[in-house]
């Protein structure tokens, strides 16, 4: 999937086909809506003929809507503005976790309707798929009935088969080869059900953003540090997969072969070093495992709490987080000496002690990258309020309607 610039889209519209055209027109009413048709037809470079005949097909198809905006009069009357017609139906956002499952809903062009809720995973697929039905129905009655469900995007830690929608892999649930789509089709018979590994929903939650600051980081990785490690990698602004589905699974890289045992059954992997519990085994200076809860104290402190006791003086807890540090800086240089991107996102709840952690994680970046300018590529914290796992999910279900992938 391809997002097309709103600015930069000179390409799609030489000799294009007519479903690209839907497609920029659809995406630049997104951008920038309201937008008026002559709006429309200045920023695509065509007269108002060819834009009046996409509108209309678009209108009679309920993708778009008319509506008129404020104070704004022309000659003394209102012009008629246009909008993506949100009103279609609602998006389901799963971000399933080791732990809880985080679920939202949006309407159909992601934006969020009530509260995002949570509830304990279940680890038995047919078990998960019923639980998650039972919110869906009950959200769905909650706002209002609403019947139609354009879909649901599920983030899954672990590596997917789209296409098929089969988990191939998420060693921290336990799951192999289970096709969560034919379950789904027992319990929301014709509902779309898409599914994205955590790393690649976080950078596609970036493609799809309309925050201005995004646009035109044609060549960026997203790492995502958490329960494990997730990284999406985007290169020439589409999403890598690769043949198997494994593409930019840099979490299980090591840093060392000697390392602390990893999740997927090898030793030394980059997640064994920087997800949370990694960071938490640190600080009570022994191999944590959820699946052996040791304490209760152990079991319900979170990397959160931790924080929180760095920052009121707690040195133990300041020295695990830096040592996290500077393993996350030595794995983002493997990274960056692998793909060159122009950016890097980092998201998880560790973001929320970068003040405390920025420099070693630098620092570790500088010492391992080949060349002197891979050092200082720049890094944008995306903070967890932003939420980008669930943001991803959605995008799932709602930006094929407006991403291009045949724009060369
Ligand atoms: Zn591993």
Redesign the pocket.
């Known amino acids: 999937m391809r997002r097309i610039d709103p600015k930069n889209f000179s390409k799609a519209t030489r000799g294009t086909s007519r479903e690209i055209n839907r497609q920029i027109v659809l995406t630049l009413i997104r951008t920038h809506q309201p937008l008026s048709r002559a709006d429309l037809a200045r920023l695509m470079e065509t007269n108002r003929a060819n834009i009046t005949l996409l509108i209309n097909e678009l209108l009679e198809e309920g993708l778009v809507r008319e509506g008129a905006q404020g104070n704004l009069r022309v000659r003394g009357r209102k012009p008629t503005f246009l909008y993506i017609n949100s009103a279609k139906g609602v998006a389901i956002a799963l971000d399933v976790r080791a732990t809880r499952t985080f679920m939202m809903v949006t309407d159909s062009i992601g934006k969020q309707i009530g509260d995002i809720i949570s509830f304990p995973t279940k680890y038995d697929p047919t078990e998960f798929v019923a639980s998650i039905s039972w919110q869906i129905r009950k959200a769905l009655h909650d706002n209002g009935g609403i019947a139609s469900c354009e879909g649901i995007g599920i983030v899954i830690p672990g590596m997917v088969d789209r296409k098929t929608g089969t988990v191939i892999n998420a060693p921290k649930l336990g799951w192999k080869y289970v096709n969560l789509i034919e379950i789904f089709e027992k319990e929301l018979p014709g509902t779309e059900v898409h599914l994205e590994n955590s790393g690649r929903a976080c950078a596609l939650s970036q493609i799809w953003s309309t925050r201005e600051d995004v646009h035109g980081q044609n060549d960026s990785v997203f790492v995502s540090v958490s329960d494990g490690v997730g990284v999406g990698v985007v290169i020439n602004g589409e999403l890598i997969r690769g043949k198997h589905n494994t593409a930019g699974e840099f ?2 890289v090591p840093l060392s072969i000697d390392g602390p045992q ?3 059954g ?1 030793n030394g ?1 980059w ?2 070093y920087v997800s949370n519990l990694a960071t938490l085994s640190r600080y009570f200076g022994r191999n944590l495992s959820r699946k052996q809860p040791e304490s209760i104290e152990v079991v319900e402190f979170t990397i959160e709490d931790l924080i929180s006791r760095a920052r009121s003086g707690d040195s133990k807890a300041l020295i695990a987080l830096q040592s996290t540090a500077r393993y996350l800086g030595l794995g983002l240089a493997s990274v960056i000496n692998a793909i060159d991107p122009s950016f890097i996102y980092i998201g998880g709840e560790i973001t929320e002690a970068w003040d405390l952690i920025e420099s070693q994680v630098r620092e570790a970046i500088k010492e391992r990258t080949l060349i002197k300018e891979l050092g200082n590529t720049p890094i944008r914290i995306v903070p967890a309020v932003e939420h980008p796992r669930l943001q991803g999910a959605v995008a799932l279900v709602t930006a094929p309607a407006f991403a291009a992938p045949k724009v060369a």
Do not use: F, L, N, V
């Open positions: 979490g299980h990893c999740s997927c090898a992997c997640e064994a």
